[in-house]
T-cell receptor
Framework: AQSVTQLGSHVSVSEGALVLLRCNYS??????LFWYVQYPNQGLQLLLK??????LVKGINGFEAEFKKSETSFHLTKPSAHMSDAAEYFC??????????FGTGTSLTVIP | NAGVTQTPKFQVLKTGQSMTLQCAQD?????MSWYRQDPGMGLRLIHY???????DQGEVPNGYNVSRSTTEDFPLRLLSAAPSQTSVYFC?????????????FGPGTRLTVL
């Protein structure tokens, strides 16, 4: 069975500081991993995905994530936070049947 | 392409009423799904479909019915609404198979059951 744990339901960073959002997964098979972003009153948009190619995955808006099998982690990072990054971020794991399992989300606040 | 569309955007129901949330996609995706989003619980899968005529239950299917008569449409029916079904509902679609295809989400329907 697959599951995802996102540590920290709320994260605050100063503008220009490093963003680090944590995600750990549980999967009995090599996983497909995703990060989605949700802006207020909108649906989810894909930031990036890991599908067993390169372990460092680059996404949109300067975000990237590194797949670490030994740590069962897929943390999301961005070197320098921007005010427009304020949103809710969801980590998800998918199985080969296309069923997605989402984490509970992390709300990112960027302080000017 | 319009992508994934959902109607209505907002809905208020009284306990016991029924309604259908509409979802349509124009990307010829085989896989479609319904999620509900509740504070502190992320998105939970209600029902999904891997193609026309095929549906299956997700994590929280009770109180909801679905059907898939065409590739494009995947309506979600609430037969007798309950306050516990107050939530934001998202429809999503993706290409067939693999699990490595991203899901495209609609804008959501915000449902309140009084």
């Amino acid at each position: 069975a697959q599951s995802v744990t996102q540590l920290g339901s709320h994260v605050s960073v100063s503008e220009g500081a490093l963003v680090l959002l944590r995600c750990n997964y549980s999967s009995s098979v090599p996983p497909y991993l995703f990060w989605y972003v949700q802006y207020p009153n909108q649906g989810l948009q894909l930031l990036l995905k890991y599908t067993s190619a390169a372990t460092l995955v680059k996404g949109i808006n300067g975000f990237e994530a590194e797949f670490k099998k030994s740590e069962t982690s897929f943390h999301l990072t961005k070197p320098s936070a921007h005010m427009s990054d304020a949103a809710e971020y969801f980590c998800a794991v998918a199985n080969t049947g296309n069923q997605f399992y989402f984490g509970t989300g992390t709300s990112l606040t960027v302080i000017p | 392409n319009a992508g994934v569309t959902q109607t209505p955007k907002f809905q208020v129901l009284k306990t016991g009423q029924s309604m259908t949330l509409q979802c349509a996609q124009d990307m010829n995706h085989e896989y479609m799904s319904w999620y509900r989003q509740d504070p502190g619980m992320g998105l939970r899968l209600i029902h999904y479909s891997v193609g026309a005529g095929i549906t299956d239950q997700g994590e929280v299917p009770n109180g909801y019915n679905v059907s898939r008569s065409t590739t494009e449409d995947f309506p979600l029916r609430l037969l007798s609404a309950a306050p516990s079904q107050t939530s934001v509902y998202f429809c999503a679609s993706s290409s067939t198979s693999g699990g490595y295809n991203e899901q495209f989400f609609g804008p959501g329907t915000r449902l309140t059951v009084l």
